[in-house]
Protein backbone atom coordinates (compact mmCIF):
# COMPACT_ATOMS: atom_id res chain seq x y z
CA UNK A 1 0.00 0.00 0.00
CA UNK A 2 0.82 3.60 -0.85
CA UNK A 3 0.85 6.48 1.56
CA UNK A 4 0.60 10.25 0.19
CA UNK A 5 1.23 13.20 1.60
CA UNK A 6 0.83 16.65 0.75
CA UNK A 7 2.79 20.17 1.90
CA UNK A 8 2.85 23.45 1.12
CA UNK A 9 -0.51 24.55 1.31
CA UNK A 10 -1.18 27.69 2.80
CA UNK A 11 -2.92 31.25 2.63
CA UNK A 12 -1.02 33.77 -0.75
CA UNK A 13 -2.34 36.74 -2.36
CA UNK A 14 -4.53 36.84 -5.31
CA UNK A 15 -2.13 36.99 -8.35
CA UNK A 16 0.16 35.00 -6.49
CA UNK A 17 1.63 31.95 -6.20
CA UNK A 18 2.14 29.02 -4.25
CA UNK A 19 3.66 25.20 -4.67
CA UNK A 20 1.97 21.86 -3.08
CA UNK A 21 4.27 18.77 -2.66
CA UNK A 22 3.05 15.25 -1.98
CA UNK A 23 5.26 12.56 -1.23
CA UNK A 24 4.59 8.62 -1.52
CA UNK A 25 5.81 5.88 0.75
CA UNK A 26 7.55 3.91 1.29
CA UNK A 27 7.86 4.41 -2.79
CA UNK A 28 5.78 4.74 -5.80
CA UNK A 29 6.44 2.63 -9.45
CA UNK A 30 3.25 2.90 -10.64
CA UNK A 31 1.21 4.50 -13.50
CA UNK A 32 0.31 7.81 -12.71
CA UNK A 33 0.01 10.61 -9.87
CA UNK A 34 -1.90 13.61 -10.25
CA UNK A 35 -3.78 16.58 -8.26
CA UNK A 36 -7.36 17.30 -7.44
CA UNK A 37 -8.82 19.96 -5.61
CA UNK A 38 -12.29 20.45 -3.75
CA UNK A 39 -13.91 23.30 -2.87
CA UNK A 40 -16.70 23.93 -0.20
CA UNK A 41 -20.04 22.62 -1.53
CA UNK A 42 -18.46 21.24 -4.65
CA UNK A 43 -17.90 18.11 -6.13
CA UNK A 44 -13.99 17.36 -6.43
CA UNK A 45 -12.27 18.76 -9.17
CA UNK A 46 -9.61 17.19 -11.70
CA UNK A 47 -6.55 19.69 -11.73
CA UNK A 48 -3.51 18.08 -13.56
CA UNK A 49 -1.51 14.55 -13.72
CA UNK A 50 1.41 13.19 -14.87
CA UNK A 51 2.61 9.86 -15.50
CA UNK A 52 5.24 8.23 -13.53
CA UNK A 53 7.61 6.54 -16.37
CA UNK A 54 7.85 9.12 -19.71
CA UNK A 55 6.53 12.39 -17.80
CA UNK A 56 3.20 12.74 -20.02
CA UNK A 57 1.01 15.66 -18.80
CA UNK A 58 -2.89 16.55 -18.70
CA UNK A 59 -4.24 19.80 -16.98
CA UNK A 60 -7.88 20.64 -16.38
CA UNK A 61 -8.96 23.36 -18.29
CA UNK A 62 -9.39 26.02 -15.17
CA UNK A 63 -5.97 26.10 -14.80
CA UNK A 64 -4.14 25.35 -18.08
CA UNK A 65 -1.48 28.10 -18.62
CA UNK A 66 -1.36 28.98 -14.63
CA UNK A 67 -0.06 25.82 -12.99
CA UNK A 68 2.42 23.49 -13.36
CA UNK A 69 2.87 19.78 -12.71
CA UNK A 70 6.36 18.03 -12.07
CA UNK A 71 7.44 14.96 -10.44
CA UNK A 72 10.97 13.37 -9.07
CA UNK A 73 10.61 9.84 -9.15
CA UNK A 74 13.86 9.13 -7.07
CA UNK A 75 12.06 11.51 -4.19
CA UNK A 76 9.14 9.77 -5.04
CA UNK A 77 7.09 12.86 -5.23
CA UNK A 78 4.93 15.03 -7.12
CA UNK A 79 4.68 19.25 -6.80
CA UNK A 80 2.37 21.54 -8.31
CA UNK A 81 3.47 25.24 -9.06
CA UNK A 82 0.58 27.51 -9.17
CA UNK A 83 0.78 30.79 -10.18
CA UNK A 84 -1.83 33.74 -10.75
CA UNK A 85 -3.81 32.38 -8.16
CA UNK A 86 -7.35 33.49 -8.21
CA UNK A 87 -10.21 32.76 -4.99
CA UNK A 88 -11.66 30.57 -7.22
CA UNK A 89 -8.72 28.26 -6.63
CA UNK A 90 -9.45 28.27 -3.09
CA UNK A 91 -9.51 24.37 -2.28
CA UNK A 92 -8.62 21.43 -0.46
CA UNK A 93 -5.43 20.20 -3.12
CA UNK A 94 -5.54 16.02 -2.66
CA UNK A 95 -2.47 14.15 -4.47
CA UNK A 96 -3.90 10.83 -5.80
CA UNK A 97 -2.11 7.99 -7.48
CA UNK A 98 -2.74 5.18 -10.06
CA UNK A 99 -1.17 1.84 -10.00
CA UNK A 100 -2.08 0.06 -12.83
CA UNK A 101 -2.44 1.82 -16.52
CA UNK A 102 -5.35 3.50 -17.80
CA UNK A 103 -6.46 4.99 -21.22
CA UNK A 104 -6.00 8.98 -21.56
CA UNK A 105 -9.56 10.20 -20.79
CA UNK A 106 -9.23 8.38 -17.43
CA UNK A 107 -6.86 10.71 -15.96
CA UNK A 108 -9.05 13.51 -15.07
CA UNK A 109 -11.59 10.98 -13.32
CA UNK A 110 -11.43 10.90 -9.36
CA UNK A 111 -12.50 7.11 -9.22
CA UNK A 112 -9.71 5.87 -11.76
CA UNK A 113 -7.25 6.65 -8.74
CA UNK A 114 -6.02 4.00 -6.19
CA UNK A 115 -4.13 5.90 -3.62
CA UNK A 116 -5.18 9.66 -1.73
CA UNK A 117 -3.65 11.95 0.48
CA UNK A 118 -5.77 13.99 3.16
CA UNK A 119 -5.16 17.11 1.11
CA UNK A 120 -3.70 20.76 1.65
CA UNK A 121 -6.22 23.69 2.34
CA UNK A 122 -5.00 26.30 -0.18
CA UNK A 123 -6.63 29.96 0.49
CA UNK A 124 -6.48 32.44 -1.76
CA UNK A 125 -7.29 35.99 -0.37
CA UNK A 126 -7.81 39.46 -2.26
Known amino acids: QVQLVESGGGLVQAGGSVRVSCAASPSFSGYAMGWFRQAPGKEREFVAA????????KYGDSVKGRFTISKDNAKNSVYLQMSSLKGEDTAVYYC????????????????????WGQGTQVTVSS
Open 50 to 57: ITWRFGNI
Open 96 to 115: AAREGTMDWPLMSRADAYDY
